[in-house]
Every structure is written in structure tokens, then in C-alpha cells.
């Protein structure tokens, strides 16, 4: 192998995590590193999401990078402008040098002797120190296993690889799934397509999104640094907030949450029947609450057919689907708005540790990890957005950032040290994961009566962090050098 392929860190994908991690080692004057993105382009989520309506659902100053304030058109901003700004930044701080594009990894595996990780990718092997993986929690799409799909003769999507080929114009359309994508998706098309049958699983909670277009004078004032500053503040204390409800005070989601999103559903939906099929009976919070001011109303649109949980796609034919109340659709276009494997199998290559045990073993009763990032047999392996390090009520960038504090934090004791590598200590990570799933049971990801993507198969709330980010932020602040073993 030759040394040119031979790195102090590598990092694996090209998105908000994996952008902010290059900017990190750099501030700390590592340059010695390589982005693999499997992609044939860069930017990660924001790139490969780009079906009609795509948005971001967390305020844009608050969502963007610490160090990388951004001119933003709108509050929640678009798919287009979220991209722009990430590829800015892998302009301005020239990160595609140090990119390598249609470069899936396939593999990680620890070499103890040479206390390193092989990575076998599809353009070749690499070796590095330390590898820190930011492919995304949701970046691994799921499909619904539905008979007869091989035979469909129109065409099938996924929001999460769409093709713009596809014009929905005058097109008997099929979502299936209603969640964030599709509320996003189906206001966007509906008033497109000639027919459009939406399979519903299960309801979400909605809830008015406060849009807001930033005027000029808006825009300049806030090119003033410590403006933009105050702004971010005033967003993440708000949004930080809401977690109170969450955990400590379920009342408020009754008595403020849930009338908002009734009075949006009465206000949107005038017919009775379908107003009724789109409400939940879980809490609300305990799904990923939509934020959206036109997807109820879209689906009280005369060319919109209502399926839910009683009336699913039983086969598909290859002019349609048939439901299981017998009824014969005839499609031009399938979507699968169906997520992500976002707990399990949300990592997606093999990865081989210390003592020759994959992650896969050590996560065959749930996904788990110190601070979300370390796993004990797993040496200088960091997992951005790992297992429970997610939040539903503010921004995602926040806890990658902090997230990296830690990281940079290892990587600087192992290099004070002259030493070559650091791990969590087992009973470290163990007594973290009891704690987490203790927290957990007092929110309403674990009690409001819901499955969601936030589960793993174990039933675990996986994908949440069950604290104020204030405590992740804590938490990660310095890497705790009693709580690692470093060799
Ligand atoms: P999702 O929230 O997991 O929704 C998937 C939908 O598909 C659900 O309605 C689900 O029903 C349904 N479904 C899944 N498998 C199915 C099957 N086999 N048969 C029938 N229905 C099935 O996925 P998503 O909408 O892509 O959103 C995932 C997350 O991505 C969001 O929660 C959010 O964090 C992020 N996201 C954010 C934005 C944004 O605004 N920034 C936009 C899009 C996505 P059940 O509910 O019954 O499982």
C-alpha cells in the first residue's frame, strides 16, 4: 500500500459533520487528514436531499456552522441555499483537496500492532490513526418491502435519492409515508399532479412553522458579527426551552402544544373525516413534532386520497397498487417517503475493533457509545451524531460541534502523551449508557406512546439525547482523561 494513502485522520462524508470535523483539525493545525465521501459530489445531506420542498425545520442562523455565519434569505432555509452554503465553505477553506469523491468505504478494521485502522474503500485502502465517522444518522434510506414492486413499469422513488428527471405533471402519483420528507414533498407537488394517494402509517403531530423572509436592511445588520452572534443566541435559548416541556414539564405539551397543533388541523382541514384520520393519539413531541404551514391543507385538495394504517398498499401491480381494501390504483409514479435506518444499521460498512469483534456484535442489543462518539474495543474511532446524541428541538449542528470538542480533546492527549491511541474505559461507556437510559425514561420520546424512527429494534430510544444540549455541551467540553486508556 503505498504512504501517500496514509493518514493521521481520516474522516468518512462530506456533510455538516464532516465539514465542521476538517475545520476543527485545521484550527488545530492538523493537516494531515482526508474526507472520503462515497457520493460522486460533496455536501452530504443537503446535496443528495433535494426533492421538491426541501427545507431545513431549525432556524438557518441557529443551524450553520459556529465559525461560518452565512447570509441567509430566510429563517428556515432551502435545500438550494443549505447546499450553496456548505459548498461555500468547502470553497473557501479549500476542503476539496482533501476530499476524495466516489470513495464508499466498505470496511474498518483496528490494527493493533500497528495501532491504526485499515480502511478498505471502493478506491482502495487508506490507513490513518484515527477515523471519525460523520456518514449522517439519516443518510442510509429505507424502503417498504412491498410485493410486486420488481414488476411496477412507472418509476419509484425515494425523497432521499430523487431524481429530477421525474416530472410529476399531470402524473397519478403515490406517497407512502408522512413524515417530515413527505409533509415537505407534498405541498410542493400537489397542486402538479393529477391525482395523488398518500399512505399514511401513522399521524404526526404538526405545528405552524414561523417563516420569516429577512428583509435588506435585516441582512446587512446582521453581517455584523457579534449581531449574527446575538441572533444565534436568542434562537438557541428559545428552542433550548421547549426541551423543558419534553422532560420536566408534560403539561406544557398538553395544554400549549397540542391546542396549537388541533387549532392548525381544524384551520386547514375542513373535511371532518380526514381531520380526524390525521390526528394522533400519541403525545405530541413523542414523534418528530412537523413543522409546516401547508401540508394539512394539501392533503384537503380534491386530487389528494387519504390511506392510513387500515388501508395499506397490500401489492404492487405493474400499472399500480391495490390496497387491502381492494382497491386498484393505477400509478405513474411511486414514492417511498419511508426515513432512514437511523438506529440500527445506521452505520453502513463493517467495522472490525481491538480484539477482532465487530460493532455490529457489540451493538446486538442496541447501538450505544460514551458521549455518543467512543466505543470501548474501538480505539480512536469517533462516531459524530452516534447512538443517542440526537435532538428533536434544536439543532443538530450544536451537538456535532460539541461533539468535536471531545474529539479534538482525545486527539490532543494522545499526542501530548507521545502515545498513539485512546479508547474508553468499558465501565466508562456502561455507566454512561445506564445513565442515558435512565434520563430517557422521563421523556416523551420513551413515555408518549409512539413508535418512531428514535427506537432502535430493541425498543430503546436510541436516536435521542434525553437532556438540555447545555449538558452535552458540558459533558464534551474536555475529553476526561480518568474515563480513557491510552496506549
Ligand atoms: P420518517 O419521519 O421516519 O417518516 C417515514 C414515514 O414513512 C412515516 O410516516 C412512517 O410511518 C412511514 N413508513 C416507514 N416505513 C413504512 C412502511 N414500511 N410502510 C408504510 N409506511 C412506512 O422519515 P422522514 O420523513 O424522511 O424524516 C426523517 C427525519 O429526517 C425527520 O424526522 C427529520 O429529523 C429529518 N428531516 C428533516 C427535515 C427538515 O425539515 N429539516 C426534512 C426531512 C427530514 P410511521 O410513522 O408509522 O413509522
Known amino acids: 500500500m503505498s504512504t501517500e494513502h496514509q493518514h493521521k485522520v481520516v474522516i468518512i462524508g462530506t456533510g455538516f459533520g464532516g465539514i465542521a470535523a476538517a475545520l476543527r483539525l485545521k484550527a488545530a493545525g492538523i493537516d494531515d487528514f482526508r474526507l472520503l465521501e462515497r457520493r460522486a459530489f460533496l455536501g452530504g445531506t443537503w446535496a443528495q436531499n433535494h426533492y421538491p420542498g426541501a427545507a431545513v425545520d431549525v432556524q438557518s442562523p441557529l443551524y450553520s456552522l459556529s465559525s461560518e455565519p452565512n447570509d441567509w434569505t430566510e429563517m428556515f432555509a432551502k435545500q438550494a441555499e443549505l447546499r450553496a452554503y456548505t459548498l461555500n465553505i468547502i470553497e473557501k477553506h479549500r476542503l476539496a483537496e482533501c476530499c476524495i469523491t466516489e470513495c464508499e468505504v466498505q470496511s474498518l478494521k483496528w490494527l493493533a500492532d500497528q495501532q491504526c485502522w485499515l480502511i478498505n474503500t471502493t478506491q482502495g485502502e487508506f490507513k490513518a490513526q484515527f477515523v471519525i465517522n460523520a456518514s449522517g444518522p439519516l443518510s442510509q434510506a429505507k424502503f417498504p418491502n412491498l410485493s410486486g414492486l420488481e414488476q411496477f413499469k412507472g418509476r419509484c422513488l425515494h425523497t432521499n435519492q430523487w431524481d429530477d428527471s421525474v416530472d410529476l405533471s399531470g402524473q397519478r402519483v403515490a406517497i407512502i409515508g408522512t413524515g417530515a420528507s413527505a409533509a415537505q414533498l407534498i405541498p410542493a407537488v400537489v397542486d402538479r399532479v393529477k391525482s395523488l394517494d398518500v399512505f399514511q402509517r401513522t399521524p404526526h403531530w404538526v405545528m405552524p412553522r414561523p417563516d ?41 405539551l398538553k395544554l400549549y402544544a397540542e391546542p396549537s397543533a388541533r387549532r392548525l388541523l381544524k384551520r386547514q382541514i375542513k373535511t371532518p373525516a380526514l381531520r380526524e384520520a390525521v390526528t394522533p393519539n400519541y403525545t405530541i413531541g413523542c414523534k418528530r413534532i412537523i413543522l409546516s404551514n401547508t401540508y394539512l391543507a394539501a392533503l384537503d385538495q380534491p386530487q389528494v386520497c387519504l390511506h392510513t394504517k387500515d388501508d395499506p398498499i397490500v401489492q404492487i401491480t405493474p400499472t399500480g397498487a391495490i390496497t387491502r381494501a381492494g382497491r386498484e390504483i393505477e400509478l405513474d409514479v411511486l414514492i417511498c417517503a419511508t426515513g432512514y435506518q437511523a438506529t440500527d444499521g445506521s452505520i453502513p460498512y463493517d467495522i472490525v475493533g481491538e480484539e477482532g469483534q465487530s460493532l455490529a456484535e457489540a451493538w446486538a442489543e442496541y447501538p450505544r457509545a460514551y458521549l455518543g462518539t467512543t466505543v470501548p474495543g474501538f480505539p480512536n474511532l469517533f462516531l459524530l451524531s452516534g447512538p443517542n446524541s440526537g435532538v428533536g428541538h434544536t439543532s443538530a449542528v450544536f451537538i456535532i460541534e460539541s461533539q468535536l470538542n471531545y474529539v479534538l480533546d482525545c486527539l490532543r492527549h494522545v499526542d501530548a502523551a507521545g502515545l498513539q491511541s485512546i479508547e474508553v474505559r468499558p465501565e466508562c461507556e456502561e455507566k454512561y449508557t445506564a445513565l442515558i437510559h435512565k434520563m430517557m425514561t422521563k421523556t416523551v420520546w420513551h413515555w408518549g406512546g409512539c413508535q418512531s424512527w428514535y427506537h432502535s429494534v430493541s425498543g430503546k430510544v436510541i436516536a435521542m439525547f434525553p437532556a438540555f444540549t447545555t449538558t452535552f455541551w458540558r459533558w464534551t467540553r474536555r475529553a476526561k482523561l480518568q474515563d480513557h486508556q491510552l496506549r
Request: net charge positive.
Open 212 to 252: 420569516y423572509v429577512f428583509k435588506p436592511w435585516q441582512r446587512r445588520l446582521l453581517k455584523n458579527a457579534v449581531l449574527q452572534k446575538l441572533l444565534r443566541a436568542v434562537i438557541y435559548l428559545g428552542l433550548e426551552s421547549r426541551f423543558i416541556a419534553f422532560k420536566y414539564l408534560p403539561l406544557v
